[in-house]
């Protein structure tokens, strides 16, 4: 009798190890101590000398010491890196003197960044990375490999701002430090340094800057450079993966590489040896990503099951991968770049032959790309929709048009700026010729609008899981009998429709209030069974408010209330799109019926069986179910009571019964420290649902 499932040990253990560090994660966050994980490992102990006694064997008892190590390996790893990145040694607001070495050199729409390493501040050394920065006029010119002084004020980055794992804490970037004078650099060298400038120089001196920017985020998978408009073009037509230097970019230098070496007629473990360095040189390059990591360390395994003669199994070589970058930097698990890569080739392995069968008519070549396509799509999807909100509606047909077309363009980009290192003279020439398909390719994404074909408003929670396991069914990974596989597929499937369409409705009675922010906006959601409503104040963040959505399954919004300026009604264009209404303070008359939006200017109005009033244009009140909420955007608060105050400042002297603060840390009950908070609303009652993390080590402000 088959089995059901046939065990892969390194896909295990990578499961594992990834588990391991989202519980040392947990522990962390919580203001848990290690003594927890102690714990764990007497617990481990215990199971593994029970299994000792009952098992026959050697296989098993390795078996399970690999588990249990590889798990508590993960939590502990996790844990520390997490304790280390959270010790400051410099002061927010203190200004050093400071030494260091420049470990990375980027460019931004305003002027250029350096990441700086071996930091002393005031003759201390200091751990961790930093930042900086740097104004049109900096002082003496620096490269990745200088070493710099300069003076700067520091900035602290904290570990979970709003409640989620900082984003810069994956490179170990743990200040933000800002010039107070010029700097002085001693030259220095570094081999990746150089010959990243050298690409940076070839493109940025021969093309105009939004071309240059998007040809280098392709060579080197830095993106800081490219205008948000553009990129985020990229992501709406679902093509945004060709800025990782991933599968598809090693996959091609890995092509070409064998193809010379096969023509040079090089001894095999030879050619093995310089494909490996040139690949692991390339990936060093572009800054050892994540994804460009994952694509040569599997190019190595695939390297060596040819050389020893043995099947390579990509699943295998993906676990693999990611084991060894999960152990190298654990928080990489939650890098979206990482996720992606993952489930894009995970994905693909798993579906692009149950995609390919039914395909058999087409040409071979045709059939491959779409399952291909498709998989990568389908592997992503969960991974798009909690980070950005929304997934591409024209993604697997511009994948199957698009993406030909730039694999052809990055080879030519490659090669001719190779050629233009060697032969310098050359680039004027070489370089805009080169670049004249990627103009034509990007200025397409820019003008087509695939921003209407969008796809968002769910994706979170329970779905995630219910999601992969359709896709695991659905593959040949599983031997199940159709029939089987058919029942299983459509019970997975219809929970997962189930699961978004009821967390859509919820709630089915009363009203549910989250308070969500987003470094210096805020915003706050209002559910209810008629239908949402949006508030939104100013400086808000449109992929976090897009993801914001997906969370709390806010499809579509009967209406969006801005509390600032007219200025503020553009800014809000895509979320306005999405609703029936706009609303604005009475007292603004200037702008009127907003495209295909109704945008109206009231004092008082009603919306989902609740009412609505604006005090002045950065202040509502709202009225549900016998109880008063009062939402302040400015700086200020006019009211003098209410049920529930959701404020943007400490600064008031209103009464409430319970309050949350948008981001001012003054207020002991604040989004920045626990997160989004959500309320429940019915029958006069309110109550918060959910604890606060212990983390935040404040008390509930309620009186």
Known sequence: MKRIINARVPVLLALVAATGISVGCLLFFYNLKLFYIAAAIALAAVIFIILTVRLKGVKPLVFTLLILSFFLLGAVNCYLRLESYAESELYSGEVYSITATVCEKGQTQSGEYIIIKNIKADGESIGGKACVYL????????EKGYNVSFTAEAKNYDVFPYGKLNY????????????????????????????????RDVLFDNLDYSTASIAYAMLTGNTQSIDEGALESFRYGGIAHVFAVSGLHIGIVFFILNFITKKLKVNKFAAAAII?????????VCGFTLSSLRAAIMCTVSLLAKLMHKKYDALNALALSSVIILFITPLSLFSVGFQLSVCAVAGIYLLSKRIEK???????????AIGVSFGAQAGTMPVMLANFGYLSGAGLLLNLIIIPVLTVIFQILFLSVLFCIIIAPAATAVIPVAALPLEAVTSFLIDAGFEKALISGFGAGAFVP??????????????????????????????AVIYPVCMTAAPFSGYKIVVSANFGGGQVLIKSKSGS?????DELNESKLNSFLSENYALNLEAVIILGGEDCVTAYDDFALNCDTLYIYDKYINIQPYKNVTVRYESAFSEIGAEFEFYDGYSISIKMDGINVAVCGGRYVPFKWSNILIA???DFECDYDAAVCFNNRGFLYNVYDHGNVTFKVENGEAWRIGDLPARAAYDLNYK
């Not at 006029?137 to 620096?142: E, L, M, N, P, T």
């Not at 039914?358 to 491959?368: A, E, F, G, Q, R």
């Open 648 to 650: 943007n400042t400490n």
């Open 466 to 495: 219910l999601y992969f396991l359709c896709i695991l069914i659905l593959s040949d990974k599983l031997n199940l009998r159709r029939l089987t596989r058919g029942i299983a597929f459509c019970c997975a499937l219809a929970a």
């Open 168 to 199: 810069n804490a994956e490179k170990n970037v743990k200040y933000n430090l800002a010039l107070r004078g010029n700097i002085t650099a001693e030259r220095g060298f570094s081999l990746f340094g150089s010959m990243q400038s050298r690409v």
């Open 276 to 284: 490996v360095f040139c690949l692991f040189f390339y990936s060093g």
């Open 135 to 142: 104004p049109e006029v900096y002082g003496d010119f620096c």
């Open 358 to 368: 039914p395909l058999k008519k087409l040409p071979k070549n045709l059939s491959s």
């Open 533 to 537: 409503v949006l508030i939104v104040t």
